[in-house]
């Protein structure tokens, strides 16, 4: 049985998200997450285009045993230096190098001829291996790429040393179909690609991404390049989680193992979704909300008669568990640092674990049942805390039928003072938010609100996520409370922190590497 291997690139291509942008503790503490996930691969970021980015590869390099920790560069000299010196310190390091090799990206970006590409292509895998024998070669666009041209440089990357050779469909625009067969043609027309590890990397832009990398094991990759929730560019990349679980549950099909812990996918999803402010769709397979509800009388039916009448997967394989009551109000603190460990959340810090036991306290206080859902993002809101710059001190609000004006008080503390503001608007959000607006030294537009329930009942924590731009930046506010209009407030006041702190990657930023390779 052949063994797929997983290459997580969420730190590089999916921190390439719009409007994402993690700051080293949050992507050590993805990193740590994907070694847990038992990922063979971590593509930790692509060291050239800053200090910050090289620091993080730096420091992953340093501290994240187990994985294969890998740094993108193009093919450059400066790029494969500096992507050496990053990773020098792993355990295990790969240098991935990459050009293109369709004509529209040589003739409008790379401005270079194929022989060109070539010349460059084979001279900078070989340089790529004087530093380490773990090298990745990858040719964007191969999809909308010349297939002749395609085998050449397949040819070369691995007559130059090539270990791992990543066929990326950069633009979402192949079909299952094609990108099958484009897979077997290499091993057809470069019999050497037998001795390496084909790579599979695609672009979800016709939502065929998965059905692609799939198709694509069946001809022979033996890698596939994935991101948690399928986060990246554009439309984003294959989710890993579900080529896991296809691979995992349709063993008869694909007849390969894998090296995933797939009781780790829901944590890690839920983290990255947290930490990149991206929310996982309520269906989305594997990991979203809904993806083990039984909703239908018919299928709920069935379900309790037998779990295997509507499921393919249980919930438990994948990291899950029923929203069952886990704590009460009179839980003591030893059985909720307990609970924590038991749901993977160890070696938090007195501090943190001093705070979190306070939220639980004032939540079972509010709240029925404290349910394990709710101690995940307990810890998850207090995970992602940015210093405290402005503190909420009070909100108050009133609104009714019968022509009430929504009206809503606000009263923030600052470094240098407590400042308060009231506003009305259509309800009391927008009351707040008004109230807020005029509080806010660096204006911000409100790009998207999203308010979900974690859990049911009328008692469950809201979950608000706002999308703001400030200027050039992007960024995300988050926050819970089993008040709506508070957690509104509370995810608006983390903006203004994020803000304060300098958080949020500008366009500018993102666009500042060119590819000219
Ligand atoms: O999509 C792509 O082609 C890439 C390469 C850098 C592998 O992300
Ligand atoms: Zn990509």
């Known amino acids: 049985m052949a063994y797929v291997k997983f290459f997580d690139t969420t730190l590089r291509d999916g921190e390439q998200s719009p409007g994402v942008a993690l700051n080293t503790q949050q992507k050590l503490d993805i990193a740590h997450a994907l070694a847990r996930l038992k990922v063979d691969i971590i593509e930790a970021g692509f060291p050239i285009t800053s200090q910050g980015d090289f620091e993080c590869v730096n420091e992953i390099a340093k501290q994240v045993r187990g994985p294969v920790i890998a740094a993108l560069a193009r093919t450059h000299r400066a790029d494969i230096e500096r992507a050496a010196e990053a990773i020098a310190p792993a355990e295990k390091g790969r240098i991935h190098v990459f050009t293109s090799a369709s004509d529209v990206h040589l003739e409008h970006m790379l401005r270079k001829t194929r022989a060109e590409v070539l010349a460059l292509s084979d001279e900078m895998v070989r340089y790529a291996r004087t530093f380490v024998e773990d090298v990745e070669f990858s040719a964007q666009d191969c999809m909308r790429a010349d297939p002749e041209f395609v085998y050449e440089l397949v040819r070369v990357a ?36 037998a001795g390496i590890t084909i790579s599979t990397h695609c672009h979800d832009d016709l939502g065929m991404a998965t059905a692609n990398t799939l ?31 296809a691979l995992y549950t349709r063993r008869d099909h694909y007849g390969h193992d894998i090296g995933i812990d797939t009781r780790e996918l829901y944590r890690t999803s839920r983290l990255v979704s947290r930490y990149t402010g991206m929310m996982v ?23 309790i008669k037998h779990k295997s009448t509507y499921e393919i997967m249980n919930a438990e394989l994948v990291g899950r568990e029923a929203g069952v009551l886990v704590m009460g109000k009179h839980s003591g603190r030893n059985a909720f640092r307990q609970r924590l460990a038991e749901l993977g959340y160890e070696g938090l810090a007195k501090e943190q674990l001093d705070a979190l036991f306070t939220q639980f306290k004032a939540l079972a206080d509010v709240k029925q049942s404290v349910t394990s859902e709710d101690l995940r993002a307990l810890v998850e809101n207090q995970l992602v805390k940015v210093a405290e710059t402005y503190r909420l001190e009070h909100v108050q609000f009133q609104s009714g039928s019968g022509g009430m004006t929504p009206q809503a008080l606000v009263r923030l503390r600052t ?30 537009e409100l790009e998207s609100y999203d308010l979900k329930a974690i859990g049911s009942g009328t008692d469950a924590l809201g979950e608000v996520t706002i999308r703001v731009a400030a200027g050039d930046r992007t960024l995300y506010g988050r926050a819970i409370s089993t008040d709506v209009v508070q957690a509104s407030v509370l995810a608006y006041v983390d903006v203004m922190n994020k803000l304060a702190a300098g958080a949020g990657r500008s366009k500018a930023e993102a666009r500042s590497i060119t590819m000219s390779l």
Not at 173 to 188: K, Q, V, W
Not at 419 to 425: D, F, K, N, R, S
């Open 158 to 193: 691995i007559a130059a040393g090539a270990t791992t050779v990543n066929v990326p469909d950069t633009t979402g625009y192949g079909t299952p179909h094609d990108y099958g067969a484009l897979i077997r043609s290499i091993f057809d027309n470069v019999p050497e690609a």
């Open 215 to 245: 198709a694509a094991v069946e001809n022979g990759a033996t890698q596939v390049e994935v991101t948690i929730n399928g986060i990246g560019e554009r439309a984003g990349n294959t989710a890993l989680e579900e080529v896991a679980m």
């Open 281 to 303: 769709q309520p269906n989305k397979a594997v990991v979203g909300e809904n993806a083990f509800a039984h909703e239908a009388g018919i299928h709920q039916d069935g379900v």
């Open 415 to 444: 470094p240098e003072e407590v400042v308060e503001a009231t506003a009305t608007g259509s309800g009391p959000v927008d009351a707040a938010f008004s109230a807020l607006r005029s509080i806010t030294p660096v204006p911000f």
